[in-house]
């Protein structure tokens, strides 16, 4: 008997890879502006995302739609304990976006405020969905079929390190973005600017990598058990690896590999964060079993994604093949 629940979580987990992937470059480049004060560079780093920026976010909604419709206690349960972060990073979507278009088509007097709420937009947004990810590995306490906790219950040092974690991966996303897609100053700058921010971002995956089994003893017999010890030995020896590969790469002023690097990174983050909460999607003992819709349910909305996935991954690669190459200061999507 075909197992629904697996194939769905699936879906979600490579919905929201596809999601942190590509809004999070989109998102970094709102946090890199404080970096980088000129008027036409900060256009030029805008215009590499113009074409395709809105179109990212459609895996947010597939994500979002998939656990409603696949875990709906999932769903009511993370919208409960979550709400005000996943307010909060609406809110920021929504502002970023709005200042995205009318920085455009501002007057050079308006244009600076514009510039300051695509900071903050994209700044909040990004924080948001670190502290939903903190929170979510820290846990929720459910009684019955309901969230048992506070509304505030996110707000604590690990839910709020992971917000400012996350910052700083979507920085190095974005900064390496720029790399692979501008020339000439602005590609030295975010060549610069790409080792630090790699720096903070291992100093970032070290401690979160030591603070959840440290506080999570599921999480430290997940990991340090044997034979589990010697499976998943391979994730911090990748991670060290891409890092040191990424800084060789920058040192050399090549232009793809690091955003390549950044991705393995980033899917490497992820993939840690998996293993230390599988098979449960509401840390600490709700598996996918115990929050799965019945399986006529996802059976009839996996015909519909069947067909509406392939289309989404057609659409994003086609965009992203006619927008590529490197932008230059005279071009503008706007």
């Known amino acids: 008997m075909i197992d629904f629940s697996i194939i769905w979580f699936a879906i979600i987990v490579f919905a929201t890879l596809m999601y942190i992937v590509m809004d999070g470059f989109d998102l970094g480049i709102g946090i890199l502006f404080p970096f980088n004060k000129d008027a036409v560079e900060r256009d030029m780093m805008v215009n590499t995302v113009a074409p395709v920026w809105d179109g990212n976010e459609t895996w947010l909604v597939l994500g979002g739609a998939g656990l409603y419709g696949a875990f709906p206690l999932a769903y009511s349960v993370i919208a409960d304990a979550l709400a005000i972060p996943l307010t909060a990073m609406l809110i920021g979507l929504i502002f970023r976006g709005v200042a995205f278009e009318f920085r455009f088509k501002a007057t050079e007097e308006h244009r600076a405020f514009w510039d300051k709420s695509f900071i903050a937009g994209s700044l909040l947004a ?21 969230f048992a906790g506070s509304a505030m219950d996110w ?15 979507y920085a190095l996303l974005g900064c390496t973005w720029l790399i692979m897609k501008t020339e000439h100053d602005l590609h030295r700058k975010m060549s610069a600017l790409a080792t630090p921010l790699i720096v903070a971002l291992l100093v970032v995956m070290g401690i979160i990598s030591l603070w ?6 599921a999480i430290a017999h997940r990991w340090f058990t044997r034979p589990n010890l010697f499976w998943f030995l391979p994730v911090p ?15 050399r002023e090549a232009h793809y590999s690091p955003f390549l690097l950044t991705l393995a990174l980033v899917f490497l983050g992820f993939s840690g964060l ?33 067909l ?27």
């Open 126 to 146: 990004t924080f948001s969905q670190g502290v939903a990810v903190g929170a979510m590995i820290d846990g929720f306490p459910v009684k019955g079929r309901a």
């Open 237 to 251: 020896v990748l991670v060290l690896l891409c890092a040191w590969g990424l800084v060789r790469a920058i040192k």
């Open 155 to 169: 707000l604590a040092p690990f839910p709020l390190f992971c917000g400012i974690g996350l910052v700083i991966a």
């Open 212 to 217: 959840t089994p440290f506080t999570h003893d």
């Open 274 to 306: 998996g293993i230390s909460v599988w098979p449960n999607i509401i840390p600490p003992s709700v598996t996918i079993w115990d929050a799965a819709s019945p399986p006529q349910s996802q059976a009839f909305m996996l015909v519909g994604s069947l």
């Open 308 to 334: 509406i996935i392939p289309m989404i991954l057609g659409y994003t690669f086609w965009s992203y093949y006619v927008f590529r190459g490197k932008i230059k200061a005279d071009e503008g999507y706007h």
